[in-house]
Nanobody, 119 residues
Framework: QVQLMEPGGGLVQAGGSLRLPCAASGSIVSINAMDWYRQAPGKQRELVAHIISRGITNYTDSVRGRFTISRDNAKNTVYLQINSLKPEDTAVYYC?????????????WGQGTQVTVSS
């Protein structure tokens, strides 16, 4: 019912920046929360940034000050701006949205995009 497209990602040098977009489409009535998670090799998936419909944001401590999450409600799109990249930011990044659809409310996931930071 809801599809998420994450066309960003890639190989970036340490200290560089990257902007990850994630566009939601489908039978969406409204979108409540929009999130970015990441999963590094051998580690559990972790929530790194969260934004609700009113624009209130929250970040995990390890990325606060370097990552910025934003959303364009008209386009059902969430962005993750990543600055001052570090090798430890290397991970698969997933977006997720909590959306209201005709059958109720559910959380939907993107397919993930690889971000690799070289030192």
């Amino acid at each position: 019912q809801v599809q998420l497209m994450e066309p960003g990602g890639g190989l970036v040098q340490a200290g560089g920046s990257l902007r990850l977009p994630c566009a939601a489409s489908g039978s969406i009535v409204s979108i409540n929360a929009m999130d970015w998670y990441r999963q590094a090799p051998g580690k559990q998936r972790e929530l790194v940034a969260h934004i609700i419909s009113r624009g209130i944001t929250n970040y995990t401590d390890s990325v606060r000050g370097r990552f910025t999450i934003s959303r364009d409600n008209a386009k059902n799109t969430v962005y993750l701006q990543i600055n001052s990249l570090k090798p430890e930011d290397t991970a698969v990044y997933y977006c997720a949205v909590t959306a209201v659809v005709s059958t109720g409310i559910a959380k939907y996931w993107g397919q993930g995009t690889q971000v690799t930071v070289s030192s």
